[in-house]
């Protein structure tokens, strides 16, 4: 096992070990999700294995940045769990959760300056760093095997000096996600309302899509714990 496999893991499990609200790890949030702690857990209680970033799967409201301006976006609403939609008797709207303003739905004239707010349904996506060639092809062979489809391995190649690799493992799949508009920014000040281009009955339409994904989501992660575990703990040598 290469020593800077095992610094990496050390000074990763390290970080993992003090309190959640000073942990951060290298996924736009920078802490683990309640929802995968413990596969991230097992997975980095393997020996060839360690977690470099992760998220459980979101739902998100992202409101875009100013057109032609670095960075400015704002997300309006994340959730890395299933949405409980509001009952229809309730007083809160899901227009309202998600910071759109409860009116009719409308669409700008031209798009010139308008700044779109998205509605997005993401899947889990986990970074493994590994220890050797094995240890890639057997972590990317039960992402696959689970649904994964679009899992894949980085750094396959020895390193120049001729010391072993330890490829970097990416546990993803895009046919879960989807993204939809639905509702935009006009042009002017930073507190112009954000408005809506959708019912609230669609956007209920659309929570319960996307609660349906995080379904299959948990259940893709638990297939893939499952072969992970499975192989890892078949390739062990036996006493």
Known sequence: MPATFKDRKAKILEDLSIPDEQYQDLSPKGSVDEGIRELISEINDLPDYVTTSSCAGRIA?????????????????????????????????????FGLTDEPASAPSEVEGVRFVHFKSEPMILHILTSSLEAAHHASGAAL??????SGSNGLLRNKDGSATTPLVAVRSSGLAFDCLIGY????????????????????????????????????????????????????PKP
């Open 145 to 150: 095997q689970a649904g994964f489809r679009e």
């Open 61 to 97: 409201v992202y409101l875009e940045g100013a057109k032609g301006a670095k960075g400015g976006g704002k997300w309006l609403f994340t959730s890395h769990d299933p949405i409980e939609l509001p009952r229809e008797t309730d007083s809160e709207s899901l227009l309202s959760v």
């Open 185 to 236: 920014q006009l042009p002017g000040v930073e507190d112009v309302a954000v408005k809506p281009m959708v019912s609230e009955s669609y956007l209920r339409t659309l929570v319960g899509m996307a609660n349906q994904r995080f379904k299959t989501n948990i259940e893709r992660r638990e297939r893939f714990r499952t072969a992970l575990l499975k192989d890892t703990m078949a390739r062990k």
